[in-house]
């Protein structure tokens, strides 16, 4: 387990301040960089991400989220490392759901909600008016609480189909990429032989493992998981469990959960959330053994939520 410095929000500030890539898309706010450290403190500690030797695959910063009129996020600064599971913990309706969701543009999808702040991929804005929606889904995956395989469709095509989406068609490299996906996502000795079925004849724990693979075809750079084991039996549970073990090796993942041992097992890090709000992001050891606020400590030990 890396350890670093509690000064999580300093690494955010720098890594909220890293100037986005040449004509990137931040590039003309890129240009207004240095009035725009004047102006928010949190830009000031450009060098502590360098220092921590960590890369972040994301960051949320100052994100408030709405669902009408009631505020579901409260100006939620959090890092996501790269190459790492995130866990975000919290007791019901807290806002797991809503920050995931907007880690790629799905809560807008919602009439009547609305998001503020800033949700940084690569040190790039996906809130910029310039950004496609539909690019930063194919770049951050979505895998949900319940496994939703396309159910008029066979195995093999779940997978290919956001191949097709994104324009893939040549059938060989679509063969090969849905092999990949589902060696990937563990499926793939399950299922080789009958990859023409129709995706419903998998049990549940297989339609899971199926959207993994799907969500991989089209190599995402982040993978969202909202409760991805809560529909499964334990030995399914099991299974994802030791596929996101495999997969962290390759993906930056951020996992949503109620189970506390779940989050133990499988994150390097963890968010513990409270009434829309951050109240403590580390090392996951840290935050189950010796947690700097004593709502995180009345959390992990049991005693609400
Ligand atoms: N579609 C919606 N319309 C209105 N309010 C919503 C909607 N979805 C969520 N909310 C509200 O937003 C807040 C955050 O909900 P969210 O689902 O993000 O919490 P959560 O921590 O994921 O909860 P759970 O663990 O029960 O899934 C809650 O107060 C919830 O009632």
């Avoid at 986005?20 to 960089?33: F, V």
């Avoid at 102006?39 to 989220?65: C, D, F, I, K, Y």
């Avoid at 998001?115 to 690569?122: C, D, N, Q």
């Amino acid at each position: 387990m890396r350890k670093e410095s509690k000064d999580v929000a300093g690494m955010v500030r720098s890594f909220a301040s890293r100037p986005a890539p040449d004509g990137g898309l931040d590039g003309a706010a890129a240009l207004s960089a240095p009035l725009r450290e004047l102006t928010r403190p949190r830009a000031q500690v450009r060098a502590a991400a360098a220092e921590a030797g960590e890369e972040l695959a994301m960051a949320a910063e100052n994100l408030s989220a709405w669902y009408g009129s009631t505020q579901a996020l409260r100006s939620v600064t959090l890092p996501i490392r790269s190459r790492a599971v995130t866990a975000i913990i919290g007791p019901s309706g807290c806002g797991k759901s809503t920050l995931i969701r907007c880690f790629n543009r799905l809560h807008e999808v919602l009439p009547g909600a609305r998001v503020s702040g800033r949700v940084l991929l690569a040190g790039r804005n996906i809130y910029d008016p310039r950004v496609d929606p539909v690019e930063v889904r194919r770049k951050v995956g979505m895998v949900f609480q319940k496994p939703n395989p396309f159910p008029t469709m066979s195995i093999f095509d779940n997978v290919a189909a956001g191949l097709h989406l994104v324009g893939i068609r040549n059938r060989r490299l679509v063969a090969e990429v849905v092999e990949r996906s589902l060696r990937m996502a563990a499926l793939w000795d399950e299922v080789k032989d009958r990859l023409h079925d129709n995706a419903m004849a998998l049990s549940g724990g297989q339609q899971q493992r199926l959207c993994v693979a799907r969500a991989l075809a089209v190599e995402p750079e982040v993978l969202l998981m909202d409760e991805p084991t809560s529909a499964l039996d334990p030995i399914s549970s099991g299974k994802l469990e030791e596929l996101i073990g495999e997969l962290r090796r390759t993906y930056t993942i951020v996992i949503v959960t109620h189970n506390m041992q779940q989050a133990a097992r499988v994150s390097d890090y963890t968010a513990f959330m409270l009434l829309g709000e951050l109240v403590e992001y580390g090392p996951t050891d840290d935050i189950f053994t010796n947690p700097t606020d004593e709502r995180t400590e009345a959390y992990v030990t049991g005693r609400f939520g």
